[in-house]
């Protein structure tokens, strides 16, 4: 009758101002997170790639049917969109591989600006090592003292009606935007407003 | 899928029982927020908590990507609904919210695979939820006096202020047409 489907939606604390965060979205349609603690990163344009040459011939409304998923989920899925938990492991186990092989370590890490600024100094002529790294250290006190603390959300969760599969970059958003409005109602109940 | 045996059933005698609370005659149109308000459920603008240039942000990276959510805080249920939507579409999911929590479906299934958040949901609850909200907005009474006055399916959907594909559904799978025509 719709399009929409209910999910229920886990939000973890994976914000951008964590140094070592690395956005979900890149350029290549790859979703996926990843932290300082080794969290991982899921490959969904690998899983598109696997599936449309798994079908091959087989029309996508037919291949829908044998994975028991709608035709626009499988169509979105190819194209690299974040399946819900149910039709992700229906497709894993149509595919017959395991929905682990998706997710894959994470080799980058993203350089933090205060190992920029130091790198730079230690790089200039005209600073001795000793003066570059007084320099470095005033500035790290200063970047400690004012740059904000990641915000660690706790994990929050909520029935949500949304389109039955995610874009790539819609995901990330979606997953913010859901945090801030359960902050706000939190607030908003503590006050009595609600 | 399909829904247990007797639920369908089951969804129009509480539909019937909820506007009696409600003092709604059965043909009467049945407003959600104005059920929230009596089962003391808030209902919430999604502009009202975030900044609507986000959600139209999001809206366009991807059309429909999100219609609503009911979020539990406090042991409290609140609906927030996403005002970019018509009111037709809004009175759906807000009727398909509601019939979560009378449904008393209860957010069990959070799954965290290798860090990474999931959707999940269950298709059987899903589907019991969109039978009781439609049941809710257009129970068979309704459908059935709009049939006897032949009112069309968009008739239907303007004076009760539902989308055209609910109005549609609701007519076509409570079978009215058929009882009128016998």
């Known amino acids: ?194 | 899928m399909t829904l247990r045996r007797g639920f369908k059933a089951e969804a129009e005698r509480e539909a019937a029982r909820v506007r009696k609370e409600l003092d709604l005659a059965p043909h009467d149109r049945l407003d959600p927020r104005q059920l929230a308000k009596h089962l003391s459920i808030a209902v919430v603008d999604a502009s009202d908590l975030v900044d609507i240039a986000d959600l139209e942000e999001l809206e366009r990276l991807q059309a429909f990507a999100f219609s609503a959510a009911t979020f539990e805080i406090e042991d409290r249920s609140i609906i927030v609904v996403n005002p970019l939507r018509m009111i037709g579409r809004q009175n759906s999911d807000i009727a398909h919210e509601l019939a979560h929590v009378m449904l008393k479906h209860v957010l069990s299934e959070i799954r965290e695979i290798d860090g990474m958040p999931f959707r999940t949901c269950k298709p059987e609850e899903e589907e019991e939820a969109t039978a009781f909200g439609g049941a809710l907005l257009l129970p068979r009474p309704l459908l059935l006096s709009a049939a006897r006055r032949q009112a069309t399916v968009d008739e239907i959907s303007q004076q009760y202020e539902v989308t055209t594909e609910m109005a549609r559904f609701r007519y076509n799978s409570t079978g009215v047409a058929k009882q009128l025509g016998r």
């Open chain 1, 1 to 194: 009758m719709s399009c929409h489907s209910c999910f229920i939606w886990a939000l973890f604390s994976k914000h951008a101002t964590d140094p070592l965060f690395v956005s979900d979205v890149t350029e290549d349609g790859v979703t996926g997170s990843s932290d300082a603690s080794g969290a991982e990163q899921i490959d969904l344009a690998q899983l598109g790639t696997i599936l449309r040459e798994r079908r091959g011939t087989l029309s996508l409304r037919q291949a829908a049917a044998e994975v028991g998923v709608s035709f626009s989920t499988l169509t979105r899925v190819e194209a690299g969109a974040q399946p819900d938990l149910t039709s992700f492991t229906l497709i894993c186990g149509w595919l017959g591989v395991s929905p682990a092989q998706f997710f894959m370590p994470i080799a980058e890490r993203r350089v933090t600006p205060m190992d920029e600024v130091i790198a730079h100094l230690s790089a200039d002529p005209r600073l001795e090592a000793d003066a570059a790294s007084k320099i470095a250290s005033v500035l790290k006190n200063m970047y400690d003292v004012l740059a904000k603390a990641p915000t660690q959300r706790p994990v929050v969760a909520c029935h949500l009606r949304a389109a039955s599969a995610l874009r790539p970059g819609v995901p990330h958003r979606l997953n913010s935007m859901l945090g801030a409005m359960h902050d706000k109602l939190a607030e908003r109940v503590a006050a009595g407003e609600l």
